[in-house]
């Protein structure tokens, strides 16, 4: 079995209090029972918005600059995810398009090393 992150990408305006109804998130908990069930879940998390998110990057020089903010600047940042264990990519994508239509957002699939 490999590991896999599957990352639910947000646009930087999302809000889960507007976008997310009682059907979604019926949805979602339907996925994660099955993912539980399925033995392939080994963590899931939302995360806050990119906003809150803080940045650090080490300069050449040895010092550390911390700024507010995600590190990239995109419009569309991961709002949450999954890691999963399973057999190979095919596995995982097929987990990534259940995600991709219970959270109706676009997915990334990508093994660990």
Request: net charge negative; proline share 3%; hydrophobic share 50%.
């Given at each position: 079995m490999a590991q896999y992150w599957v990352a639910i990408h947000h646009p930087?305006?999302?809000?889960?209090?507007?976008?997310?109804?009682?059907?979604?998130?019926?949805?979602?908990?339907?996925?994660?029972?099955e993912m539980?069930?399925?033995?392939?879940?080994?963590?899931?998390?939302?995360?806050?918005p990119a906003g809150r998110a803080m940045s650090l990057r080490a300069r050449p020089d040895g010092d550390?600059?911390?700024?507010?903010?995600?590190?990239?600047?995109?419009?569309?940042?991961?709002?949450?995810?999954?890691?999963?264990?399973?057999e190979d990519m095919d596995g995982a994508l097929a987990w990534g398009q259940k995600a991709a239509i219970a959270c109706r957002a676009p997915v990334e699939v990508r093994p660990f090393h």
């Open positions: 930087d305006d999302y809000d889960p209090f507007v976008s997310e109804d009682e059907a979604m998130a019926r949805a979602i908990d339907a996925l994660n029972d539980v069930a399925a033995g392939v879940r080994v963590f899931v998390g939302g995360l806050q550390l600059v911390v700024a507010s903010g995600p590190y990239l600047k995109t419009t569309e940042h991961v709002g949450g995810f999954w890691v999963l264990d399973v």
